[in-house]
């Protein structure tokens, strides 16, 4: 898991080629904690596949904003730096993430 920040938010995920899966965590998310295992557990499975990052918008608040980030947690999936696929606050579930990890490996 690539620790994303706003400092490495466009060369990790925007400018980067093929698939990058994006797990936007807030401090004291409970839901978000819920899922990480899981998250964690994902990049170990298909992290050959796909790229997987996470990003704490508690210290990226404006960059999360950028990218319509308002509630959590959020899971997106980006392809050539454009936003493919996304799961919201209670879409964000162990299966539906894996579900969506699968559609695009």
Do not use: W
């Not at 557990?41 to 999360?64: P, V």
């Amino acid at each position: 898991m690539v620790e994303l920040t706003k400092e490495n938010f466009e060369a990790e995920v925007l400018k980067a080629e093929g698939k990058v899966f994006v797990d936007f965590y807030g401090d004291g998310c409970v839901p978000c904690a819920a899922l990480m295992p899981f998250v964690h557990q994902y990049a170990e499975t298909y992290g050959d596949k796909m790229k997987f990052c996470a990003l704490n918008t508690t210290k990226a608040r404006r960059l999360a904003i950028a990218q319509k980030v308002m509630g959590l947690p959020v899971m997106a999936i980006y392809e050539n730096g454009a936003q493919i696929d996304v799961l919201v606050k209670e879409d964000c579930t162990a299966e539906s993430i894996e579900e969506m990890i699968k559609k695009h490996i």
